[in-house]
T-cell receptor, first 111, second 113 residues
Framework: SQQGEEDPQALSIQEGENATMNCSYK?????LQWYRQNSGRGLVHLIL?????REKHSGRLRVTLDTSKKSSSLLITASRAADTASYFC???????????FGGGTRLMVKP | DAGVIQSPRHEVTEMGQEVTLRCKPI?????LFWYRQTMMRGLELLIY????????DSGMPEDRFSAKMPNASFSTLKIQPSEPRDSAVYFC???????????FGPGTRLTVL
């Protein structure tokens, strides 16, 4: 079974709007990572947040982590058409480098 | 750095044939991972290596699948014999160490007829 589950499965917004994707997981983690996948391409790492961190920013990306609720969110502000992609959360449970990926959120940003 | 390199990018083969997928990780990365992605099952970890040694192969679906890493700059994933249900995109990824981000290759799209 998947450790991480993203919500929603699909999201469609207009350019300029903010997009929020959520990830829930089941067991304790060492860190949680978000990746983007454009159609037909490999995954690209976006941001890593460790279990002792609550919030992290990178450009237009903001990630939060709530270990008590076993959940994380990815916020993309001022979205652009180029942000259209699938977004995956991945959990690292033991710092041994094994990641377990969720099913992903398909984001479409309409120009 | 060219990033993780995979070959071939596309492979079409017939059921029963042997398939070999290849991966060159980023130089200096100690970890190498093989994943499979399908619509039904999402992204699954098949096996990973640390310093060329297989650490966890619990994700390898059957004995038809095997992976090797003869040196730090090359790995193969072999399917013999291939079956239509093996059709998927296979990704190789590498990482500089435990608890770090992973760098993915472009993937090999395998179609078994």
């Amino acid at each position: 079974s998947q450790q991480g589950e993203e919500d929603p499965q699909a999201l469609s917004i207009q350019e300029g709007e903010n997009a929020t994707m959520n990830c829930s997981y089941k067991t304790s983690i060492n860190n949680l990572q978000w990746y983007r996948q454009n159609s037909g391409r490999g995954l690209v790492h976006l941001i890593l947040i460790r279990s002792n961190e609550r919030e992290k920013h990178s450009g237009r990306l903001r990630v939060t982590l709530d270990t008590s609720k076993k959940s994380s969110s990815l916020l993309i502000t001022a979205s652009r058409a180029a942000d259209t992609a699938s977004y995956f959360c991945a959990t690292d449970m033991n710092a041994g480098n094994m990641l377990t990926f969720g099913g992903g959120t398909r984001l479409m940003v309409k120009p | 750095d060219a990033g993780v390199i995979q070959s071939p990018r596309h492979e079409v083969t017939e059921m029963g044939q042997e398939v070999t997928l290849r991966c060159k990780p980023i130089s200096g990365h100690d970890y190498l991972f093989w994943y499979r992605q399908t619509m039904m099952r999402g992204l699954e970890l098949l096996i990973y290596f640390n310093n060329n040694v297989p650490i966890d192969d619990s994700g390898m679906p059957e004995d038809r699948f095997s992976a090797k890493m003869p040196n730090a700059s090359f790995s193969t994933l072999k399917i013999q014999p291939s079956e239509p249900r093996d059709s998927a995109v296979y990704f190789c990824a590498s990482s500089p160490g435990g608890g770090h981000e992973q760098f993915f290759g472009p993937g090999t799209r395998l179609t078994v007829l």
